[in-house]
């Protein structure tokens, strides 16, 4: 009996019909001499603490670090989970053979391996199938070649590390900040991957927020309906744009010199699923998320290919495979294949290259399509089968002008852009540049009257992320790259895989380290609290370092790098941490934090805190004694980061009374206190509708300071954002709101009204 174990039902059934298992039994499918049988995923774990020793139930810095010298597994719990697992692991141990049919990827082969460890088979003879496609011919093709499993032994030891490094670093660094940090406000979870994401995120908001807006000016002038700018650019000074204005105002404009530059743009590359992220995020405000969900639900429909891949290559096998797709394509996109030579398609570089295909090419149609896709699935789909017709397009060749001229000796541009042979660009005509400027055609010597104007212009401060932006600069660790080929060079260093980073920015928000406002990601309070906590731990903050253990976790599938290496740096590294906290060295007295007056570091004096730059004048310093309580070095770092300690503590008001409250930093660097009641006020996102009330943004929901009346944060599987929650509380009433999900799975759109102090579903809007 040969035992062929899937990732999820769905894909048993497909297996199950071309090898011909038919007969229905409970949790697998029989027949033609195969069982096939599968998983829900992740069946199987690592154990929690306490299973090594019960001493570890309880929360104690002094346990710490945790690192079991052997990693013991368990069954998942969730609804039926043990009942598949018990019978997966029956079916196994009976099998004369076993085919790994998991999603070919790094959790997919982690999945098979603890299953197959729990159940006690790693002696049965097993064989590996890898797939791209779900269509019946490469599942087919995919069994002709099954692979031994052991050709996969890399990739597993890499999802082991994974597994064990997360688990190592989250758990050991969670209870750790949180025991000496939390002070009764939850736990503080702290992740490999997911806090240095957070601390980019907090980082930029900090930008943001601490940004100081400078006027300048601008000079322009029109001449023949185009905008010409002065070759300065930008003046600091309004004196001096309005002293050229009335030089030139009253004289004629001239045209010096004309320079027209060709330049031929190839067509963007295939889609890997980060990129297809980010599109979808762009084009159509899809999470990531959601876009991995509707491209995993067309993979499964055999619509596209595997999604979860990061490489945006075919291998140069593919290239048949690719002529049949386009001819299928033909049905549904007449007009846009048309313009291809099919039977004499090109072999492009950027689109075949054998070398940067790994595990999976990038993501393209199969040539199937099915005729119930949903409106969002048929965005994503579209958005593929676009992108794979287009990369077979000729060059979108444009001609960029730059015209020179001149008023009184003050030069002017004007920069224009036209298309000459629009190639693959005219299959994405919708998404068109409105900002580029059509010229008309000039002659040198040409003379005329203008009309200059001078704007008054602000500095703006870096744009919050978005999940687009978010997600390259997950990819890319935190740098700043729009080149699509930097992109793929930098790309194997990224924090997370195109596989999980979808899941980490979903994790940080189910944490309420971040929330998201329309495309907007903000960090929330408790995130900037745990990075303010972090301020001296680099290591565990810093995109680079993860980006590092990514980049080696890469090598050991490659079999470039020891696993051994790798998990002995990983319970380094976390001892470090564990060390630090306990010696409390984590804390560097010589650099606290950033002075709030001129951005120097702050130190440690003999009796209390100040500017490093003291001697070019920075008055910025403290008394470490501060309203009858005593900061001490831990303290401080989070007094500067967030301008106020994250936990209320006895202090004494100016009146000598003993109240419960913040001690905070003023604009000016004086330090100041602020009472429970009043951050109360200053941290309401609103008044209750019930009794007037202060509402506080509280971990899991909006909820009223004085009454019980509360606006969960997730309302039918839907999130609810601060700006929503604004509306409700002002209006009574939300708009029309799509992406709730009823019970039963399905979909649904309601607005939202408080009615008798209760938030509930309005469907007569």
């Known amino acids: 009996m040969i035992v062929v174990l899937t990732e999820k039902p769905s894909v048993g059934r497909d297996l199950s019909r071309i090898l011909g298992a038919t007969k229905r039994k409970e949790g697998y499918m029989e027949g033609n001499g195969y069982v096939i049988t599968w998983a829900f995923g992740h069946l199987i774990e ?56 998991t999603d070919a990827g790094r959790e997919g082969e982690l999945i098979f391996r603890y299953i197959q460890q729990m159940s006690s088979c790693k002696s049965i003879p097993s064989k590996r199938l890898w797939i791209s496609s779900l269509t019946d011919s490469a599942i087919r093709e995919g069994f002709n070649n099954l692979q031994p499993l052991s050709n996969y032994d890399n990739l597993a030891a890499a999802a082991t590390c994974r597994s064990q490094a997360d688990w190592i670093v989250g758990l050991n660094a969670t209870r750790g900040y949180t025991v000496k940090h939390s002070h ?28 100081k807006p400078e006027d300048y000016w601008e000079l322009w002038t029109k001449y023949r309906e185009v905008k010409f700018k002065h070759k300065k650019d930008r003046f600091t000074k309004k004196n001096d744009a309005e002293s050229i204005f009335d030089k030139v105002k009253l004289s004629q404009f001239e045209i010096t010199k004309i320079h027209e530059k ?94 940067k295909v790994s595990d999976h090419h990038a993501i393209i149609p199969t040539g199937q399509f099915s005729s119930n896709l949903d409106r969002d699935e048929n965005f994503v789909f579209r958005a593929i089968a676009m992108r794979f017709i287009a990369v077979f397009y000729p060059n979108c060749d444009k001609l960029h002008t730059t015209v020179n001229g001149k008023a009184e000796r003050e030069e002017f541009v004007a920069k224009g852009t036209r298309i000459v042979s629009p190639g693959w660009y005219s299959l994405y005509q919708s998404e068109k540049n409105s900002d580029e400027q059509i010229l008309p055609e000039f002659i040198v010597g040409e003379q ?38 930097l992109k793929e060079a930098m790309k194997e260093k990224g924090l997370g895989t195109p596989a999980t980073r979808a899941a980490i920015i979903e994790t940080l928000i189910k944490r309420d380290y971040i929330s998201k406002d329309k495309k907007r990601i903000l960090s929330t309070s408790k995130g ?17 370092m993860t980006a590092e253990w990514e980049y080696r976790l890469k090598q050991i599938e490659k079999g470039e790098c020891s696993a051994g290496d790798f998990m002995q740096q990983v319970r380094k590294f976390t001892s470090s941490i564990i060390d630090k906290l306990q010696s409390h060295s984590e804390i560097d007295a010589n650099n606290l934090g950033k002075c709030p007056l001129c951005s120097s570091p702050v130190i440690k004096g003999n009796t209390g805190y100040g500017c490093s730059d ?15 309580t005593k900061l001490e070095d831990k303290d401080v770092p989070i007094l500067l980061a967030r301008r106020r300690l994250t936990y209320p503590r006895k202090l004494i008001d100016t009146n000598q009374n003993e109240v419960r409250g913040y001690i905070t930093i003023e604009d000016n660097g004086q330090l100041g206190m602020m009472t429970c009641d009043q951050k109360m006020i200053k941290d309401s996102i609103g008044n209750c509708p019930q009794c007037s009330g202060s509402i506080i943004d509280k971990f899991k929901c909006y909820a009223c300071a004085d009454c019980d009346f509360v606006i969960w944060k997730k309302i039918a599987g839907k999130q609810i954002s601060v700006p929503l929650a604004q509306v409700l509380l002002g209006k009574g009433k939300s708009q029309t709101l799509k992406g709730f999900k009823s019970k039963a799975g399905k979909k649904f759109s309601a607005a939202l009204k408080i009615e008798a102090g209760k938030v509930v579903f309005d469907f007569n809007t």
């Open 46 to 101: 690592l154990v929690e603490p306490d299973a090594y020793d019960p001493a570890y139930k309880s929360w104690n810095l002094q346990h710490l670090p945790i690192v079991p010298e052997k990693f013991k597994l368990k069954v998942s719990s969730g609804k039926g989970i043990k009942a598949q697992f018990a019978i997966v692991k029956k079916l196994l141990k009976s099998a004369d053979s076993i085919i790994c049919a």
């Open 184 to 211: 009764g406000r939850g736990v503080f979870s702290v992740g490999r991957v997911q806090t240095p994401v957070l601390a980019m995120i907090v980082k930029r908001d900090q930008e943001i927020r601490n940004f």
């Open 262 to 355: 060709k330049s031929s743009q190839p067509p963007p590359q295939l889609f890997d699923l980060t990129e297809l992220q980010r599109t979808m995020n762009r084009l159509h405000g899809f999470s990531a998320t959601k876009t991995l969900g509707l491209c995993q639900g067309l993979y499964e429909k055999k619509i596209v290919t595997y999604p979860r891949t990061d490489s945006r290559y075919l291998s140069t096998d593919l290239y048949p495979t690719c002529k049949n797709v386009l001819v299928k394509l033909t049905n549904l996109f007449p007009q846009e294949v048309s313009a291809l030579d099919v039977s004499n398609l090109s072999k492009p570089k950027k689109v075949f290259n054998t070398a």
């Open 448 to 485: 005329g009257s203008h009309q200059p104007e001078i704007k008054s212009c602000k500095t703006k401060p870096p744009a919050h992320y978005t999940e687009a932006t978010l997600l390259t600069a997950m990819e890319t660790a935190g740098k700043t790259v729009d080149d699509d080929e």
């Open 528 to 544: 900037e609290d745990l990075i303010a906590l972090l301020v001296n731990q680099s290591t565990l903050t810093s995109p680079e």
């Open 614 to 628: 003291w001697k070019s004048g920075c008055v910025f310093r403290f008394h470490s004694e501060q309203f009858g």
